[in-house]
Each structure stands twice: as structure tokens, then as C-alpha cells.
């Protein structure tokens, strides 16, 4: 392998076809989280849009494509947040979507899939079998399965996001290898102040991380990208640390976003080109996480989106004196559950 499979000019070209709702989202210091933390911290908040999560911005690209050219139905397996907006993408240009989730994936995720006016099929099994059915559906039906992660689409949408943290660091012009590769030299921003060195991702099926990764190491490539996954779903990382697909028997973990078995090989072969580092924290972590991204800058975030704060707290020595940015990239969390994780009358039943 020689260069990721994400391109700069295809990944700008998405911000002209990605609902602007989606596009622009803060990105701020955090004071207040930063005493317990023992690091500078940013938040960039993917949450405050119709879907509450960054998965908007694969969906937008993958939708409009569709509707000028492709099958007007499409299908997906999801833990729910993909299947959201997927079904609100969808809605928005006329197409019928299909969403495959897990029986037992999030309450509120499966409601709002539903909500939005997508076909919701449920299987007894977790979201490998979901993918397997989704695929049947494709094959039977003759219509569009969107792979999330594989298909490029999710990933150069998810980038945009990192278009906007290289905003962020400043707006010198920039000078841009044409591919990049194992050998790349560092290209620097040219006189640009550097407000954060370091982006921490949560890691999944690896859609947000590569696509953020890619356009941190293309353009600020000085900028560190660590990938935080939960122990008890470890497969993508220890995938990255072996540099071969390592698969799992089951997940145990309350990060449902992020609890896949099966790396797709592609998409790890992108990783290893983007990513500095990718670690594993524990349950405890995660919610401890949440619980101080709750308490300390008023946001409702579900486990996933709560990774990044985890591995700091996890390993301040590491942090200590960086200033860190870390992707908030969902808030869709049932409210029963997040209480027994945060306690107290925290989320109302809307």
C-alpha cells in the first residue's frame, strides 16, 4: 500500500453537497473540564444537528450521490446512529431507506430511525449479523448497501470534519503533497499559530477516524491523532498494533458506536497511514468520562463520544501540557441508561 484511499479535492468537494446544518460545528476551549484533566482541552461538538451525531456528513455525500445517479433505495446495518441519518438524508431527496440494527442496539436510536421514516429491520444478534442481513436485503432487493467505513463516501464526509480543525489552526495558504504515503515529509502550515497539538478520535468502524486522520496528516501533519477505543470492543485496535486484521469473538462494552468485531481490511490499511496511536480504556473510564463532560461543559453525550476524555483520564502524565482536542461524535444515548451512567435527573424522557 502506498497512499490512503481518501482524496483532499473529493473531501473538499463534500462540503458542496453536505447539508449545511451539519458543516461549521464549534470547536472551543473547555476551561472548565481542564483541572481534572491536567491538559488544555477543546471540544469539537459534533452533536448540536438533526441527528445528533457526525454521521450526517457521510450521509449527506453518500444521499446525494443517490439521488442523481444511483438506486433511489439504499439499505444499512447500524447501532443506530448511521441508520439516523441515513433515514434523514434519505427523507430529504426522496429515497427509500433501509436500516438493519441489532434488537438489543439503543432504544432511542431505533425510535428516531423510525421516527424518520426509514424501514427499521431488527435481528437477534449484535451488528455483525446486522451487516450480514443488510447485505442480503442489497443483493436481494437490488438496491444500495452503504457500508459504513468501507465506503469512501462515509469516510471523505466524516473529513470535512478535519478540514475544519485545519481551519481552526489557521488560514495560511497551505501547501499539499499529492498523495499520502508511509514516506511522506511533514508539510507545516506556513506561519500558523498551533492552538491544539493533539486530536483524539473515537474508533469504530474507523469511518471517523480515517477521514479526520487523513486531512490532519495531509495538511497539519505536526498535529497528533490518537484513536481511543473501549477495551471491552478492541478489535481495530489491536488490528493497528499487530498491522493485520485481529478480529473478536464478542464485545463487552457500553460504547455501542464503536463495538465492531470485524475490521475491514481497506479501512485499516488507511489507519495505519493516519493514525499516531490507538489505545484502549476501560468502561469506568468512559463514564467517568461522560460524567465529567456532563458536569463540567453541560453536554449529554453518549459513551462513544466520551473516549476521548477517558484516555486522558486514563494517562495525564501523557497529556500533561498539550492541548488536546477531542471529537464529541454523538449524542444519542437512552435515557434510563445514561442516568445508572451519570446519576441523578440528568435527561428527561423527550
Excluded at 455525500?61 to 438506486?71: D, I, K, T, Y
Excluded at 448511521?82 to 438524508?89: E, I, N, R, T
Excluded at 475491514?264 to 461522560?290: K, Y
Aim: charged residues 25%.
Amino acid at each position: 500500500m502506498t497512499k490512503t484511499r481518501l482524496d483532499i479535492a473529493r473531501i473538499r468537494a463534500a462540503l458542496r453537497v453536505i447539508d449545511p446544518v451539519f458543516l461549521g460545528t464549534p470547536l472551543y476551549r473547555c476551561e472548565a473540564l481542564e483541572p481534572g484533566l491536567g491538559c488544555a482541552v477543546s471540544i469539537k461538538l459534533e452533536t448540536a444537528n438533526p441527528v445528533r451525531s457526525f454521521k450526517g456528513r457521510g450521509t449527506e455525500v453518500v444521499a446525494s450521490l443517490l439521488a442523481e445517479r444511483g438506486p433511489r433505495a439504499a439499505v444499512c446495518a447500524s447501532a443506530g446512529n448511521l441508520g439516523q441519518a441515513l433515514a434523514w438524508s434519505g427523507r430529504g431527496r426522496g429515497l427509500e431507506v433501509t436500516v438493519v440494527a441489532s434488537r438489543f442496539a439503543t432504544v432511542a436510536k431505533l425510535d428516531r430511525i423510525r421516527a424518520l421514516g426509514a424501514r427499521l429491520e431488527l435481528v437477534d444478534g449484535d451488528h455483525e449479523l446486522a451487516r450480514e442481513w443488510a447485505a442480503a436485503i442489497a443483493r436481494y432487493e437490488g438496491i444500495r448497501l452503504v457500508e459504513d467505513s468501507l465506503d469512501l463516501e462515509t469516510c471523505e464526509g466524516a473529513a470535512t470534519i478535519g478540514l475544519e480543525l485545519v481551519e481552526a489552526l489557521g488560514r495560511a495558504e497551505l501547501t499539499e503533497p499529492t498523495e499520502l504515503t508511509e514516506a511522506t515529509e511533514p508539510t507545516e502550515l506556513a506561519g500558523t499559530a498551533r492552538p491544539f497539538d493533539t486530536v483524539l478520535i473515537a474508533l469504530g468502524g474507523g469511518a471517523l477516524a480515517t477521514g479526520v486522520g487523513h486531512v490532519l496528516k495531509v495538511l497539519a501533519p505536526s498535529v497528533e491523532v490518537i484513536c481511543v477505543q473501549p477495551s471491552g470492543a478492541p478489535a481495530m485496535t489491536r488490528s493497528w498494533h499487530a498491522r493485520r486484521v485481529v478480529t473478536t469473538d464478542s464485545t463487552d462494552t457500553i460504547a455501542d458506536g464503536v463495538a465492531g468485531r470485524y475490521p475491514i481490511p481497506a479501512v485499516l490499511d488507511d489507519l495505519l497511514l493516519v493514525a499516531d496511536d490507538a489505545v484502549l480504556v476501560r468502561e469506568a473510564s468512559i463514564v467517568a468520562g461522560m460524567r465529567m463532560l456532563h458536569d463540567h461543559a453541560g453536554l449529554v453525550v453518549e459513551p462513544s463520544a466520551a473516549l476521548g476524555i477517558a484516555a486522558i483520564l486514563e494517562d495525564r502524565d501523557r497529556f500533561a501540557g498539550r492541548h488536546v482536542v477531542t471529537v464529541v461524535c454523538g449524542s444519542n444515548v437512552d435515557a434510563d441508561a445514561y442516568r445508572r451512567w451519570v446519576g441523578g435527573d440528568t435527561v428527561s424522557r423527550s
